[in-house]
């Protein structure tokens, strides 16, 4: 079992930067995947970007490549999603995620995801 809690969301100009934490407790963090979804009002929930167990391999959005950087501290149970250059179309509920599997496509992790946190908003005004 895992248990997710979000935070770090905000108000933001466009251009600005947030960096979003989500605190994990469970005996099987390290040994899950994490990752990062957002919906906006009105959408579907959407893929952000994924990490792997140790770290080592991460997968992003093509609306947030080269601009949101992915990490996570094992040690503190803690993943992290820092957002630079924000858009006001970044603007969204972001949940964090874990799981057990990986996949292959962006589009495929909704599909593997065990646990969920609650979600932070991000509001990036214009």
């Known amino acids: 079992q895992v248990q997710l809690v979000e935070s770090g969301g905000g108000l933001v100009q466009a251009g600005g930067s947030l960096r979003l934490s989500c605190a994990a407790s469970?005996?099987?963090?390290?040994?899950?995947?994490l990752g990062w979804f957002r919906q906006a009002p009105g959408k579907e929930r959407e893929f952000v970007s994924a990490?792997?167990?140790?770290?080592?391999?991460?997968v992003y959005a093509d609306s947030v490549q080269g601009r949101f950087t992915i990490s996570r501290d094992n040690a503190k149970n803690t993943v992290f999603l820092q957002m630079n250059s924000l858009k006001p179309e970044d603007t969204a509920v972001y949940y964090c995620a874990a799981s057990f599997g990986w996949a292959t496509r962006p589009s495929d992790f909704l599909k593997v995801i065990n646990y969920w946190g609650k979600g932070t908003l991000v509001t990036v005004s214009s």
């Open positions: 990490i792997s167990r140790s770290g080592g391999s991460t």
């Open positions: 469970g005996r099987t963090f390290n040994n899950s995947n």
